[in-house]
Each structure stands twice: as C-alpha cells, then as structure tokens.
C-alpha cells in the first residue's frame, strides 16, 4: 500500500510540478510582454515632457500612474543630461538621487544602458517601499521585475531612463491557485485509489501491527503489556501463545531484577561499574582496575568496651542505626561504602577533587551529634568517632575463588587511610586528612584545617606525610573569626 501511494503521489507531483512551471513560465512571459509595451508607450509619451524639462507633470503622472496600478511598485525616470540623476520618482523619496538604494547596483547599471527596445530583469528590493504613506506596497527582499525603457527624441538621441517595479505576486497567486485546484484533483483521484486497498490492508495488517507494538513495548521494560488480539484465527492463536510467554518472562524478569537489587546491596553500583561493565553475570575472579580515589576510614572509639555492656541483640540493633546515619552522608557527598569492619567503615570517593570525602566527614560528624542527643535522651552513652581520609592511587577488583567472590580495594593508599584514622586518637583529633587530600581539594575555603604534624611517619610507610585536622568556623562577639574543633 505504502509502494502504490508513493507511485501515485510521484506521479501526480511530476505532473502538478510540470504544469506550475508552465503556467508560471506563461503568466511572466504575459506580464513581460505588457510591461515591455507599456513603458515604451510611456517613454515615447513622456519625451516631450523630459525634453522640456516640464518635471512637475512627469511627476504628478507618476503619482496617478502607481496609483491606479497594485501591481505597480516604483517609477524612475532619470535623465541622461544631468549624469543619470532621477528627475521624477514614484515614491517621491527617490527624487534627486542618482543611484536609488531599491534594488542592486548591477541592476541599475543595466537598466542606464542604452538599447533599442525594452530592457527586464529579475530582481529584489533592498526596503520595503510605502505607498501611499504608511501604506505597504511591498516589503524587503521580496523578488519583483524591473522593465525599463530609454526616452528618445524625434531625432532618436537618448535623453532618459524610464524603469518600473513590477510585483510578482499576481503571478505567483495566479500559479498558487492553480496549483492548489490541481492538487485537489489529484489528492481526490488518490484517495479514491487508495480507499479500496486501506480496507484490505487494515484487515490483515491491524492485527500484525499491535503484536509488533506489544513486542516493542515489551522490549523497551514494559513487562506487563499484553496483545489485545481476540481472533478464532492463526493471527488469535499467535497472540495467545505471545501472551503467556510474555508473562512466564515477566515472572524471570522480576525475580532477576530483586536478585540484582539485593546484590548490589553487597556491592556497590559505583563498584560494579569498574570491576563488572560488562554486566554482574560476567564477573569473574582478579578482574582488577586502577583508579585514583580518596579513602576514608571511620571507627567507633572504645567500642569494645561498650559493646560489652550490650547485649549481642542490642549491639546489632545500635550498629545499624549508627551505620544509617554515616552511610547515609556518605551516599550524599558521592562515596560508596566499600566494606564494614565490625565497627569500622571503609568508603571510598570517585570523585577528581575530595571536597566530597572531606564534606562527607564534617557531615557524619554533624549527624554524630544529633546521634548521641537521641542517646542521652534514651540515658544511653554518646559515642565518638574518629575518621581518617588519603587519597592515593588503588586497584579496585575481585578477590577470592570460584565459589566465594569479594571486591575490594587494595593499595598502599587503603593502609595509609587506616594508619591516619588509627592517629586521631593519637592526636585527640576527630578528623584527620592527609596533604594529598589537602592538595586535591577544589575549593579550599570550604574548610578549615589545622597543621598537626607535617612530617609523620605511619606504620608500614617509609616515607612521611603530613596530617590535618579538620576544623570548622564558627562566629564570636568576641572576635570576627574563631575555630571549633570538631
């Protein structure tokens, strides 16, 4: 069906195009024509007048001559004795001038050309042109005909140029109409040819088309879609067999998708990104990838001690909501947690800069607060917590064997991290953050950090680093600026 109405569209688009240019060929030869006889008529009638130089005839002829002509857009006459200068002009506005800025230069110079008969050419306005005053008669850019036509004395010298500004518009209408009554006649001889063969088409392909529709829909998540096609046919037993694959994989689906949801509980997405991108089903054993992050170790102080003062049961329950509250902060700032050890925390930050790990520090100290509020109000003991955080070069993969796969992030950098945390209690710091971590930061005056120790030697590490604390600015009376330790 489609083949046939492009056949018959093309078809009668040749023929609608074949007979526009014909017609509009016809209706400018026409045009031409009276436009060529009538500026030589009016050249031979107004030489006596130019010869004269009897210019407020010439002038109020214009006028009446435009008036009573739409089609009509300018009238120049120019006389060759005073170095081409427009002596009569309708409009008025190009009266005295020597090269009128209406249309190209070229087409000025052409038309001051002296020949024998009448000289047309196609071209365009460079304005728009009022007439009468505040009236539009045509505006800029629009293509019009200029036809001009020397002014001759008896004796046959030439002492003039008379041009007009011819509009197109009545031949372009003129072709539009037609045009539009053939494409009529064309649009309903279509019509009538394709009605028969829609009817026949719908009937067989209607059916197809809305299992094609379900197919695509089901490809692209929608699970749940069904083909509403109740037939007694081959085509009804087609989307009754389609239907009930399409719900025993609907079923897979969901199971597939709670078991990804809950593995990525274990792992990570971030992690998974770089160790599985292929997809988790073709994760193996030592896939191993090597990025520069930043690594924050978070521990509980004196929690053996006050885990023994709890239950197992209520050691589990205080865990989970202490681990809320920090994981929480580190999920806002960008990081991910990589593992829990006991009571400690390991997270890690993608990011180029480590505004996020160092933010996500001062945040987790913030909610630490309101942590042990809750706690006190419960006649419970707050907690403290010490956090380190470096940023160096790890490899980020999968170790273990064939049965038992763990990802994890091992390097130089992971140990430092543990080691700076480790010093927190050393110094009685709260946050502590190394001079790469310093280094990296975006956006310096974010954060207040205070030299501790700038050359520190931490276990497992030949070369020293330097440690900072992380202080935050608060407002006093007493001074514009003070510093509170954390």
């Known amino acids: 069906m489609t083949t046939t109405t492009l056949l018959i569209v093309s078809i009668v688009g040749a023929i609608v195009w074949l007979w526009a240019s014909s017609e509009r060929e016809l209706f400018r030869e026409q045009t031409l024509q009276e436009a060529k006889t009538l500026t030589m008529l009016l050249s031979q009638s107004w030489s006596n007048e130019l010869s004269d130089s009897n210019w407020n005839q010439l002038r109020l ?6 008036r009573h002509n739409p089609d009509f857009i300018y009238i120049l006459i120019s006389d060759d004795r005073a170095n081409h200068r427009i002596i009569a002009a309708s409009p008025m506005e190009f009266q005295d001038r020597y090269i009128p800025d209406l249309v190209p230069v070229s087409v000025t110079k052409k038309a001051l050309q002296a020949s024998e008969g009448s000289r047309a050419q196609d071209t365009y306005l460079l304005r728009t042109i009022e007439f009468p005053e505040g009236e539009i008669r045509a505006r800029r850019g629009e293509p019009i005909l200029e036809v001009a036509s020397d002014i001759r004395l008896v004796s046959g010298s030439k002492i003039g140029t008379l041009r007009v500004g011819i509009s197109l518009r009545r031949i372009e209408g003129a072709v539009a109409n ?26 067989v392909s209607d059916p197809i088309r809305r299992l094609q529709e379900t197919v695509a829909k089901i490809a692209a998540g929608e699970l749940n879609r069904r083909a509403e096609i109740y037939r007694a046919d081959e085509i009804g037993a087609l989307a009754t ?36 991108p292929e997809g988790i089903e073709n994760i193996q054993v030592g896939v191993a990838v090597k990025r520069t992050i930043s690594i924050l170790f978070c ?48 997270a890690l930050f993608d990011d180029r800069a480590t505004d996020g790990a160092v933010q996500a520090a001062i945040a987790m100290r913030q909610r630490l607060i309101s942590f042990n509020q809750t706690r006190l109000e419960r006649q419970l003991p707050p907690i403290e917590i010490g956090i380190g955080i470096h940023r160096g070069e790890v490899v980020m993969g999968t170790v273990g064997f064939v049965s038992r796969i763990e990802s994890t992030a091992i390097g130089d950098a992971v140990n430092v991290a543990a080691r700076v945390e480790g010093l927190t209690k050393e110094y009685g710091c709260n946050v502590l953050v190394t001079n790469a971590v310093v280094d990296s930061l975006g956006d310096r005056e974010a954060v207040q950090l205070n030299l501790i120790d700038e050359a520190v030697k931490v276990k497992g590490k030949d070369e020293a680093i330097a440690v900072y604390e992380v202080l935050e600015r608060t407002s006093c009376p007493e001074s514009n600026e003070n510093f509170f330790r954390f």
């Open 61 to 66: 002829s214009l006028d009446s001559l435009l």
């Open 241 to 276: 067999a389609f239907n009930e694959m399409s719900s025993a994989l609907q079923g897979s689906f969901d199971r597939l998708q709670g078991t990804i949801e809950s593995f990525q509980r274990f792992v990570p997405e971030k992690f998974l990104v770089a160790i599985a």
């Open 299 to 346: 521990d509980i102080r004196n929690y053996t001690s006050l885990s023994e003062a709890m239950t197992p049961l209520e050691t589990f329950s205080f865990l989970n909501d202490y681990l809320e509250i920090v994981g929480q902060e580190i999920a806002r700032h960008g990081g991910f947690i990589d593992k829990y050890i006991g009571d400690a925390i390991m």
């Open 178 to 203: 037609a045009v539009g009554k053939a494409l009529l006649v064309g649009t309903f001889a279509l019509g009538v040819g394709l009605v028969g063969a829609y009817i026949l088409a719908k009937q």
